[in-house]
């Protein structure tokens, strides 16, 4: 049985860097694209990109000068940073297992981020 | 990028109902590498077809998926009370994968 946890902060201010990381419990952690997505209640859900056991990633250009992700093979864990955040950022963030040609099939249970002064 | 737009924007049903949502891509889906995800309040969507047609493990019969090219469409066969909901379209035939604004199935 597959299982994703995620966590990080949940409440930041303009400017901050929003870091979040996604725990794989159950199954392989090769063969997979490592994804996150987000919702908000103004645009809806937005992919924001993945990446697989090796680093290689596939991003969003709407964000990807602001996205890094990176991976942990040795703990089965992923994570994103979202830099120079404002409150269009605010949203619930999900990490997602997928696949290069599949959609995300298994999810975390979201964080929501606030972005306030 | 790929833009998807979902009609309804909601529909009021009766369980024992038979529900039609419409899928709309503004590029043909070569591959037809469309996902249909329901969301109920508070809870991570939950993937229910991809490849247009293909029911996702553990996915009800009552739920069928169709269509091809740049028209989908995800029919429930009879609503059950579980089934009000939210459900959302996504393409992942190109990046970055986009999804459509959602329709919202609730009770009449």
């Known amino acids: 049985q597959v299982q994703l946890q995620q966590w990080g902060a949940g409440l930041l201010k303009p400017s901050e860097t929003l870091s979040l990381t996604c725990a794989v419990y159950?199954?392989?952690?090769?063969?997979?694209?490592w994804t996150w997505i987000r919702q908000s209640p103004g645009k809806g859900l937005e992919w924001i990109g993945a990446i697989n056991h090796s680093g290689t990633t596939n991003d969003n250009p709407s964000l990807k000068s602001r996205v890094t992700m990176s991976v942990d093979i040795s703990k089965n864990q992923f994570s994103l940073n979202l830099t120079s955040v404002t409150a269009a950022d605010t949203a619930v963030y999900y990490c997602?297992?997928?696949?290069?040609?599949?959609?995300?099939?298994?999810w975390g249970q979201g964080v929501l981020v606030t972005v306030s002064s | 990028e790929i833009l998807l737009t979902q009609s309804p924007g909601t529909l009021s049903l009766s369980p024992g109902d038979r529900a039609t949502l419409s899928c709309r891509a503004s590029?043909?889906?070569?591959?037809?590498?469309l996902a249909w995800f329901q969301q109920r309040p508070g809870q991570a969507p939950r993937l229910l077809i991809y490849g247009a047609s293909n029911r996702a493990t553990g996915i009800p019969d009552r739920f069928t998926g169709s269509g091809s090219g740049t028209q989908f469409t995800l029919t429930i066969s009879r609503l059950e009370p579980d089934d009000f909901a939210i459900y959302y379209c996504?393409?992942?035939?190109?990046?970055?994968?986009?999804f459509g604004p959602g329709t919202k199935v609730d009770i009449k």
């Open positions: 996504q393409q992942y035939n190109s990046s970055p994968r986009t």
């Open positions: 590029q043909s889906l070569s591959r037809n590498y």
């Open positions: 159950g199954g392989s952690f090769s063969g997979y694209y």
């Open positions: 997602a297992r997928g696949r290069l040609v599949f959609p995300p099939d298994y």
